[in-house]
C-alpha cells in the first residue's frame, strides 16, 4: 500500500510565505513524476507545479515566480515553497505522484489527502 501524506498548510497573510512538503511511503519501486495540485472553494482541482524523475518542471502561469517545487528522491519527498503569497492562492493543495511497485509494473497515480493553505489579505 501507498501512502502521500501533505504537511506544512496553515493561516498566512497576503506576502507571507509556506513550505509544504510530501512524503511518499509503502510498495515503491520507482517515482516518476512528482507535482502539487489544489482546489479552492467551489472549483475544480487545478495543477500548481510538476516536477520529472529528470528534474523537468512544469509551473501554473498563476504561480510563476512565486512558487518552487522541488524533490528529494531518497526520501520519496516533494516540496512546494510558497512565496509572495495571495488571497487567491486559498485552496488544499494536494501532492501527487506516479509510481510503480515493481519494474514490470504499470505506473499509478496517487494522492493525498491535502492540506489547506488559507490567505487573507
Known amino acids: 500500500q501507498v501512502r502521500m501524506v501533505e504537511s506544512g498548510g496553515g493561516s498566512v497573510q497576503a506576502g507571507d510565505s509556506l513550505r509544504l512538503s510530501c512524503v511518499a511511503s509503502?510498495?515503491?519501486?520507482?517515482?516518476?513524476?512528482m507535482g502539487w495540485y489544489r482546489q479552492a472553494p467551489g472549483k475544480q482541482r487545478e495543477l500548481v507545479a510538476t516536477v520529472s524523475s529528470g528534474l523537468y518542471i512544469n509551473y501554473a502561469d498563476s504561480v510563476k515566480g512565486r512558487f518552487t517545487i522541488s524533490r528529494d528522491v531518497a526520501k520519496n519527498t516533494v516540496y512546494l515553497q510558497m512565496n509572495s503569497l495571495k488571497p487567491e492562492d486559498t485552496a488544499v493543495y494536494y501532492c501527487n505522484m506516479e509510481s510503480r511497485s515493481a519494474y514490470y509494473e504499470r505506473d499509478t497515480v496517487y494522492w493525498g489527502k491535502g492540506t489547506l493553505v488559507t490567505v487573507s489579505s
Open positions: 509503502g510498495s515503491i519501486f520507482e517515482i516518476g513524476v
